[in-house]
């Protein structure tokens, strides 16, 4: 066994190593946990908030009241705490307790189910906002313009103001999804067998606990860092659709003069 | 949003229809027929009782100083703007309000004035494309989406009018990789596609560099000399002189004189108009 042994500092490097490029399917499974409730969580909660953003913008003032006081009301609390109210508080009150529920060849564990609708309920709200912001973002003159060719309100925000608002929604989004991908370590709490639990399982068990949380951190990180890659992909393409191009960075450009209009080469 | 008030048909004793007979000529015959507009925002009222008639194919220019109430009279043809008082109507039918069970009038639904803004066309001091829509797909969104026609169908119309206006070159390029004229010319060509009765410029050329203004003006020229029935608010006095039926001259919320071009720029009648052209001649 390979270790630095120095007065009070141990490093087990061959756990280390073996952890982080031969994990165990313990491990896997946790990682993968961990991915798929986050997007799971991230794509219902968009879902969620656009009708949020949309109920914020109503003509009617119960339904903007109704949309609000749940922004402030799942932004106003702890992600942790929400999580423990619903998995373990409703179950103790006797309201409902989240049991294994078997679709098809899968079973979902409770614990997940709470996790997943925490999750959802608590990001929609940041999600709502985000997505305000974003429709607010948009010309006004968009709405007006595609009304004047007969659309009604609700037609043209469909094929014309949101499509728009999707450019203003993905840096946010993305941001926000990156904190997803980390706060699922929340739902160790509750029992959810992913990254961050798994990981503290097996620092109890071997007592290598730098070298396992260190691990994890190293999955986590790469789990964001794949993220940022594939949200700058999407963030390019939909520049292209606007006729907007990114131009490399060079050292001596201008950071304020980072893009330029695509030249469509057809002459004035 | 309430119903304009006073002026209904009971109060006045009179049939709803023959309220616009006030105007002279009957709102059948023209294409415009604005029949004492009021309007206010908040506590300032901004058309004080505004009458006035588009014959079909007529080129009526509205000039006048800012906050005259111009705009506001434009943008309440095809209901952008609600009515406080009197009656608007395009081709005989009144704009963005329907008569209820008991006479009284009330506010259109939502689809119902969609559909009238699909035969009035409007052309956008800020040409408004949609941004992340080619130029043909600006064009052919209207006609494919409130017209329901097939995509080539729509793409063919698109490219036709595209060509009429000069940018058949550019169909595929993006608002943003446009200049201001070029941009306008877009919004003018997707206002075309819907194939409107009457089209509405609101101070189309304002936004211009001075040397694409005219490009702009062309086609409207153009469109004017097919018979087009076209509404203008515009600084643009050569091409009110040039193109236009009748010139109306608007301040502080109401008609000031109205009249053919030559009579109005070299006689004008009333002293604002006088002190107005002065300022802008």
New interface residues.
Partial sequence: MAMIATVGLHFDSHFFWTSLLHPSSAFLQGLWATVYLSVVAQFLATVLGLVIALARRSKLSPVRALAWGYTWIMRGTPLLVQLALVYFGLAAAGIYRFSNLTVGPVTIPGEVQAAIFTFTLNEAAYMGEIIRAALGAVDPGQLEAAMSTGMTPARAMQLVVVPQAVRFVIPPLGNDFNAMMKNTSLASIIGVQELFLVSEQVSSVTFNTFEIYLVASLYYLALTTVWSVIQAVIERRIDRKWGIERTRWRRSASWSRRWSVIDAGLGT | MSAPGALTASSAGVRADALSEIGGGTSQDMAVSAVDVHKRFGRVEVLKGVSVDVARGEVVVLIGPSGSGKTTLLRCI?H?ETVDQGRIYVDGRLIGYRTDGRGRLVEER??A???Q??????V?Q?F?????KSVLENVT??PR???KMSRDEADEVGRTLLTRVGLD??V??????L?GGQKQRVAIA??L??QPKLILFDEPTSALDPEMIGEVLEVMRDLASEGMTMVVVSHEMGFAREVADRVVMMDDGMIVEHGRPAELFDRPGHERTRAFLAKIL
């Fill in positions: 095809n952008f939502a689809k004035i969609a559909l803004r699909a035969e009035i066309g409007f956008f800020h408004n494309l949609y941004p992340n969104l209207g989406k409130v017209r070159a550019k595929d390029a993006y608002p943003v990789q200049s997707r206002a596609a819907m």
